[in-house]
């Protein structure tokens, strides 16, 4: 979906109350937006953890305004599978994430845990653009 006010009138349809009553955690998933206006934002708050964030930032439950009581996770679950289709953990995405020789420029090695062929390729070329 592209646009919070849809994921709303989803959370609508499932659960009752208004557009109103879902805005502000819809909105929240797609405030990193103002820093990266394509799908990439998605990697800030689209992930397992970013939904528990929501939870955490809005309580574990919302009271809509027909008076139902809807548990927060649940509407994060909706936003993210509308989004992606699945829920991906943060490392889904970290892993999809190219490093570049500048991140690893503290530790010109690589790290434990960092695939040590991404490692050299973005040695190799770092080491050819100077």
């Known amino acids: 979906m592209s646009h919070c006010y849809y994921h709303a009138l989803s959370s609508v349809k499932r659960w009752g109350g208004c557009v109103e009553d879902y805005r502000p955690l819809h909105d929240w998933f797609d405030q990193s ?12 708050r689209h ?5 528990f964030m929501l939870e955490a930032l809005f309580g574990q439950t919302i009271t809509n305004s027909d008076g139902h009581i809807v548990p927060v996770r649940l509407i994060g679950e909706q936003h993210v599978l509308e ?25 010109p090695k690589g790290s434990p845990g960092l695939d040590p062929a991404i490692t050299k390729a973005s040695l190799k070329e770092a080491s050819h653009a100077h």
């Open 33 to 44: 937006k103002a820093i990266i206006a394509d799908p990439r934002h998605r990697a800030l």
């Open 47 to 51: 992930h397992a953890e970013g939904i």
């Open 83 to 107: 989004d992606l289709g699945h829920i991906p953990s943060f490392a889904d995405w970290a892993r999809a994430i190219r490093p570049e020789a500048w991140m690893l420029r503290g530790n």
